[in-house]
């Protein structure tokens, strides 16, 4: 079974732009969460995806937001980009609400 | 409440030695306690988990300690390997509303050849 899928790998930006994340689940798997993991904050929760209802949100500005698609796919969009943004962004996926989380490899956006 | 401390920062261990991270937590709502481990480079990989209705749980080397009553739970890593040596996460959620991973901020562990 294919594990989660984050594309891309790596993104740099600039200030003020925008940026769209994109996340596969593990195949059958319907929440997936967003994490973004910074060395000074450490993980932090940004939100919780559930058949395409956002179901939990962590305390981010409302820069940060996010989809699920009927297929359980995912993404997730930062606007006007700031230079703390610079991070890992993990995605994890469930089998459903309160299941083992599996993460992705992430993706590296550098902020420039 | 939400948050997970997590113990020591860094740990060097000898190979063949046990390696041992502790991590203490506030909100009662917890209920599930994951351990994961993540290589440079790599997302954080499910390692071990634990639910407060026991207070052990062993896979392979790996161990999981947890006390209820004290609101703490540890990792302990027998035998420890140098490809061990990754930076481990202890986290803490709840099957509330609030249901998402609380992650403890990490210990690097070196396992020594």
């Known amino acids: 079974k294919a594990g989660v899928t984050q594309t891309p790998r790596y993104l740099i930006k600039t200030r003020g732009q925008q940026v769209t994340l994109s996340c596969s689940p593990i195949?059958?798997?319907?929440?997936v969460s967003w994490y973004q993991q910074t060395p000074g904050q450490g993980l932090q929760f940004l939100f919780e995806?559930?058949?395409?209802?956002?179901?939990n949100k962590g305390n981010f500005p409302g820069r940060f937001s996010g989809r699920q698609f009927s297929n359980s796919r995912s993404e997730m969009n930062v606007s006007t980009l700031e230079l703390g943004d610079s991070a890992l962004y993990l995605c994890?996926?469930?089998?459903?609400?309160?299941?083992?989380?599996?993460f992705g490899q992430g993706t590296r956006l550098t902020v420039v | 409440q939400q948050q997970v401390k997590q113990s020591p920062q860094s740990l060097i261990v000898q190979k063949g030695g046990i390696s041992i991270i502790n991590c203490a937590y506030e909100?009662?709502?917890?209920?599930?306690f994951p351990w994961y481990q993540q290589f440079p480079g790599k997302g954080p990989a499910l390692l071990i988990a634990?639910?407060?209705?026991?207070s052990e749980k062993k896979e392979g080397r790996f161990t999981i300690s947890f006390n209820k009553s004290a609101k703490q739970f540890s990792l302990h890593i027998m035998d420890s390997q140098p490809g061990d040596s990754a930076t481990y996460f202890c986290?803490?959620?709840?099957?509330?509303?609030?249901?998402?991973?609380?992650f403890g901020s990490g210990t690097q562990l070196t396992v020594l050849p």
């Open positions: 195949s059958g798997h319907r929440s």
């Open positions: 994890a996926s469930s089998l459903d609400l309160n299941t083992e989380a599996f």
């Open positions: 986290a803490a959620r709840s099957s509330g509303s609030a249901r998402q991973l609380t």
């Open positions: 909100n009662t709502a917890f209920d599930y």
């Open positions: 634990i639910r407060p209705d026991v």
């Open positions: 995806y559930f058949s395409e209802t956002q179901r």
